[in-house]
């Protein structure tokens, strides 16, 4: 078999290690458009749920990426000014993007793979490959230059956001909702090294307008965050890297696949930053293709479709969860004047429908003793389990 994988990040990276690893004579190459050790962006999460089917995936990826990673097992949730700490069931890390794009080049290149950089590919059909795969993220043009046959669906949401980063290591993954002046902002941020987190700034749109944002230059633009946040950032700046402002666009492509090409990620279908899981989600989609291409290596067709049928219901769970969070957020100055800090974080750890009363109480007690004390949950459901 002969798999072009668009996209060095981090699922077509894993991509190509899942393959080369159960078929060592196939022809594996990866094709990235940017130099060797260039990466935009800071730190990435993954919670333990994405560890654990990583793990059961590729053993020594896991173990290598597992000692590179910055654990926590809480979140602190700001709101009103009252920091309300979620004790988590389990553990989630996070890591320098730029250490795992090494570990996962690393173990690829000792499997044989073949990684080629600085590589812009033109004409992806004329590639000498059994299947192209689009790993090439959220721009993608493995999609885009087929938008009709994949049947890309898209818009953009209101909110405005932008990454940075912060030389300073918070002591845990944090959301901080503050009215600052006439604007509502949220600060998501989280230690990935000793010395570093990720700071993702974010305002909804009346905000934008009503501060004069689109005209300000991004300097201006980042020193109003350094304002609003200066109590958490402690007289730290923020660190640019592209941080460029911006709208999500929520892309969906309705036909996972159109011929010899296929989609993973969110070259398929964009994750709001707003879960946490973009990486993780993009990692599952590389496992389950590669689960399909092993199984059936002589029969693309027939592999590209069990890819579809199996992945396709597992990963609507997840892209169901992220719509409902942005759509939370798109409404965030609402819920920042109706609430108080205890529901406000009630009503944001309910926000996707993927937590309901019952599993509030088997994995968050604390949180739920809090939540019962302040008359949050409806009688009625008291006796749930």
């Known amino acids: 078999m002969k798999a072009a994988i668009i996209g060095g990040g981090p699922s077509g990276l894993f991509l190509a290690i899942l393959l080369k690893r159960h078929q060592p004579d196939a022809a594996v190459t990866v094709y990235e458009q940017n130099p060797a050790g260039a990466t935009f962006g800071f730190g990435v999460v993954m919670a333990d749920k994405g560890l654990n089917r990583l793990r059961d995936a590729e053993p020594a990826v896991f173990d290598a990426l597992a000692g590179a990673m910055r654990f926590s097992d809480r979140q602190v949730i700001v709101s009103n000014e009252t920091p309300i700490t979620v004790q988590r069931p389990g553990s989630g890390g996070a890591i320098p993007r730029i250490e795992l794009l090494r570990i996962l080049g690393d173990h690829a290149r000792r499997l044989g793979v073949d990684l080629r950089y600085e590589q812009r590919i033109e004409d992806f059909q004329a590639l000498d490959a059994d299947v192209v795969v689009g790993a090439d993220g ?165 592999a590209l479709d069990h890819y579809y049928r199996k992945r396709q219901p597992q990963k609507q769970k997840l892209i169901g969860a992220s719509e409902a969070s942005f759509n939370w957020y798109e409404r965030m100055r609402d819920w920042m004047d109706a609430y108080g800090p205890q529901e406000f974080v009630f009503r944001f750890m309910t926000r996707t429908g993927r937590v309901d009363i019952g599993r509030l109480r088997e994995q968050y007690p604390a949180l739920v003793r809090e939540f019962e004390a302040a008359g949050l949950i409806p009688a009625e459901c008291e006796g749930q389990a």
């Not at 300097?219 to 350094?226: G, I, S, T």
């Not at 958490?232 to 492509?253: C, K, M, T, Y």
């Open 138 to 302: 959220i721009n993608s043009r493995v999609r885009d230059s087929a938008e009709a046959e994949f049947d890309v669906q898209r818009h953009s949401l209101t909110n405005h956001f932008a990454w940075y980063g912060v030389e300073k290591a918070f002591p845990y993954p944090s959301l901080v909702f503050r009215k600052h002046g006439a604007g509502y902002f949220v600060a998501h941020y989280y230690p990935y090294s000793a010395t570093m987190s990720t700071f993702v700034a974010e305002c909804d749109h009346r905000s934008w307008q009503d501060l004069g944002m689109e005209a300000m230059s991004a300097d201006a633009r980042q020193r109003l965050f350094e304002e609003v946040f200066a109590p958490e950032l402690d007289g730290h700046a923020l660190v640019s890297n592209h941080s460029s402002w911006r709208q999500f666009p929520v892309i969906r492509a309705r036909n996972w696949f159109a011929g010899k090409r296929v989609l993973i990620g969110d070259a398929l279908s964009s994750a709001h930053f707003s879960i946490g899981s973009g990486t993780r989600i993009a990692m599952e989609d590389a496992i389950a293709l590669a689960d399909a291409l092993n199984a059936s290596p002589g029969d693309i067709p027939r």
